[in-house]
């Protein structure tokens, strides 16, 4: 029995100084979630376009509508192609494997899509037998995916950012000593990362990063402003890469002006000369995730707050934009956990996470009046079209009808 003992007390011993050893080495250095990055050779990432048959969705982004077609993004794989024909009864009918992509825009029946550091063209004017086009390498500079997150840090020590690509990351508790070598990690938050189109383009979210007005394709990176000539769809050049801001999010075109949001505020600039964007104006706000839509003279912003987008509260605010040079801030409106938004004749619907879409009559805005809300669903983003409203949340497709402003569920179509 006393050797039992004995064993105990040794063992409980150890575990002391187990323990005791772990408190001075967190007391030395902090112990924090470094994300460490899971890589793929350039060539083979971009030999890795596939075009495919339908297959489940695993996470569901941005949504983008052409045509009868609808083109929902599964989060840095692809692209899910959807017949919309029937509204009441859509099906899925094509899978573009696209590693690294998170947008897209059309115009003229050619895709243009985001993989990685390259902007991708496919014709689909055969939505049977879509050809990939063409290939612009090296065109985005700051393309890398979202950190986890909780991560501190990314280590990028033994990254060769000539021959790798990031494709995902996986993470790791580390002990980091307080004077910290920049060439090997670098700090998460750099790595986190519009409105209907003229006749031949689509229309995208209020979420996205693409946006085509006439023979130009914008894209917005998180620091960047890029342009690019698509006068010839299958070979577009690009123009310039400009720095514009401190992580922006969402791009939305209106007339000649772009509209970025971004997670400290709104820009303008205006695209009177379409191949030369000018900066005319900025309206700071809190820090928070924040996508931008314009109707008019107002513009309606949701600002998220929590994680990794800033403050723990969130709004809707309402922005007079006649002045584009002093755009002012006139009434904001709590909300809970605001994504995307949308905006079609005398309505405004706003996705709030998982408090649902909540719909306003803003015949007299800046006053809002509440007149729908579809609670108990997951809202994402939105695409109000002529007759129909799209809306994405929790890897299902809704769609509603709002004849004479009566708004009625079509179809919730999972894309499971």
């Not at 879509?130 to 700051?142: A, S, T």
């Not at 577009?236 to 949001?261: A, C, H, M, R």
Request: charged letters at 25%; hydrophobic letters at 40%.
């Amino acid at each position: 029995m006393r050797i039992f003992y004995s064993i105990i007390t040794l063992l409980l011993m150890a575990l002391m100084a187990l323990f005791t050893s772990c408190e001075k080495d967190e007391e030395a250095g902090n112990v924090e979630l470094v994300a460490v990055p899971v890589t793929m050779s350039v060539a083979e990432f971009r030999s890795s376009v596939y075009i495919q048959e339908p297959k489940e969705i695993e996470q569901a982004g941005k949504m983008y509508v052409y045509k009868n077609f609808v083109f929902i993004n599964d989060v840095n794989r692809g692209v899910h192609i959807i017949d919309n024909s029937n509204p009441e009864n859509p099906r899925k009918i094509k899978y573009l494997k696209i590693p690294q992509n998170t947008d897209v825009a059309i115009k003229g029946d050619m895709l243009f899509a985001n993989s990685g550091m390259d902007l991708v063209v496919f014709d689909i004017s055969d939505i049977n037998n879509i050809r990939q086009e063409q290939r612009l390498e090296n065109v985005f500079d700051d393309y890398q995916p979202s950190a986890p997150g909780g991560a501190a840090f990314v280590d990028t020590e033994n990254l060769d950012f000539q021959k790798e690509v990031i494709i995902g990351y996986v993470l790791e508790r580390r002990k980091i000593e307080m004077v910290l070598d920049e060439r090997i990690l670098i700090a998460a938050e750099s790595f986190n990362s519009g409105a209907s189109g003229p006749a031949g383009t689509g229309t995208g979210g209020s979420m996205a990063r693409f946006n085509i007005k006439d023979k130009f394709l914008y894209v917005v990176g998180n620091q960047s402003l890029s342009v690019f000539d698509i006068s010839s769809l299958s070979s577009p050049e690009k123009i310039s890469t400009d720095y514009v801001g401190w992580q922006i999010e969402t791009i939305f075109n209106q007339d000649d002006y772009l509209y970025l949001g971004s997670s400290a505020g709104m820009y303008i600039y205006s695209i009177e000369e379409p191949s030369t964007p000018l900066f005319i104006s900025r309206l700071q706000h809190v820090l928070g995730c924040d996508p931008v839509v314009v109707d008019g003279d107002m513009a309606y912003v949701t600002i998220r707050g929590g994680n990794e987008c800033g403050q723990s509260w969130s709004q809707l605010q309402v922005i007079d934009v006649a002045d584009k040079q002093n755009p002012e801030l006139l009434a904001t409106y709590e909300m809970d956990s605001p994504y995307g938004l949308g905006v079609k004749d005398d309505l405004l619907f706003v996705c709030d996470g998982d408090s649902g879409l909540k719909i306003y009559d803003k015949t007299q805005s800046p006053g809002l009046t509440l007149t729908d809300h579809f609670e108990d669903i997951n809202t994402y983003d939105v695409i109000p079209l002529e007759e129909v409203l799209l809306m994405v949340g929790d890897d299902i497709l809704h769609q509603y009808s709002y004849e004479d402003n009566n708004i009625r569920l079509l179809s919730s179509f999972s894309l499971k």
